[in-house]
C-alpha cells in the first residue's frame, strides 16, 4: 500500500517591506524628484492652464466692472453678454468666471515640471483628481450654455477648449505621472 506523503505547512514568501518616503527621495535624489527625461506634458500643460488662467481673469474683471467682451460678436448663437449675464453665469451665488480661476490656479502649479517629476504619491491623484472635476464642469457649463441660454461665449468656449486639453494631457500621462511613487511600491505576495 503506497503511504501518502504528509506535507508540512505551506511556506508562506514574507512580504517584502513597503519603501518609507525617506527611501524612495533617497532613490530620485535628495530632492525628492525622479531622474527622468523631461516630456511634452512638463511644457505643454502649464502653458495651457497659463492661457486658460489669462482668459477666466479676463471673465472676472468683466463680470465684476460690467465691461462688454471685447471681439464677440452678437448674433443669435454667439452671443457673450447674453452667457455672462445668465443665471447659469453663477453657481451657488459664485461666478463661474471665478470659479475658472479656481481651477487654473492649482492646476496651474500641479502642471508645473516640478510636479510632474514629483515623488509625492499624492500630486498626480491629485492633479487626474482635478482635471475629471474640470472636464465634468466643462460638460455642464456646455449643457447650459446649448440648451439653457442658447446662445455660445466665444471666451468661455476657449475656457472649455483649453480644460479639455488639459484634461487628455493629464489623462495620456497618467502612467508617466505614477511612475516616481508607485513603481516603487512590492508586488504583492504570491498566495
Not at 126 to 143: D, E, K
Request: glycine share 6%; net charge neutral.
Amino acid at each position: 500500500m503506497p503511504v501518502a506523503a504528509v506535507r508540512g505547512p505551506a511556506r508562506r514568501r514574507a512580504p517584502e517591506p513597503v519603501p518609507s518616503p525617506n527611501e524612495l527621495a533617497s532613490e530620485h535624489g535628495r530632492d525628492g524628484f525622479a531622474a527622468r527625461a523631461w516630456s511634452w506634458r512638463m511644457v505643454v500643460t502649464p502653458l495651457l492652464c497659463v492661457l486658460g488662467l489669462g482668459v477666466s481673469i479676463y471673465l472676472t474683471v468683466a463680470h465684476y466692472t460690467q465691461a462688454v467682451l471685447a471681439f464677440c460678436a452678437e448674433n443669435s448663437t454667439i452671443n457673450c453678454e447674453k452667457v455672462t449675464t445668465s443665471p447659469q453665469s453663477e453657481v451657488f451665488g459664485i461666478p463661474v468666471a471665478v470659479l475658472g480661476l479656481a481651477f487654473f490656479v492649482p492646476m496651474l502649479v500641479l502642471c508645473l515640471p516640478v510636479a510632474w517629476r514629483s515623488a509625492n504619491r499624492f500630486v498626480a491623484p491629485l492633479r487626474m483628481a482635478s482635471a475629471v472635476v474640470g472636464i465634468g464642469f466643462v460638460c455642464y457649463l456646455l449643457y447650459a450654455e446649448l440648451f439653457e441660454i442658447k446662445a455660445i461665449c466665444l471666451y468661455c468656449t476657449s475656457v472649455h477648449v483649453l480644460t479639455f486639453l488639459v484634461f487628455v494631457c493629464v489623462v495620456t500621462g497618467w502612467d508617466q505621472a505614477r511612475a516616481p511613487y508607485w513603481d516603487q511600491q512590492p508586488d504583492p505576495p504570491a498566495g
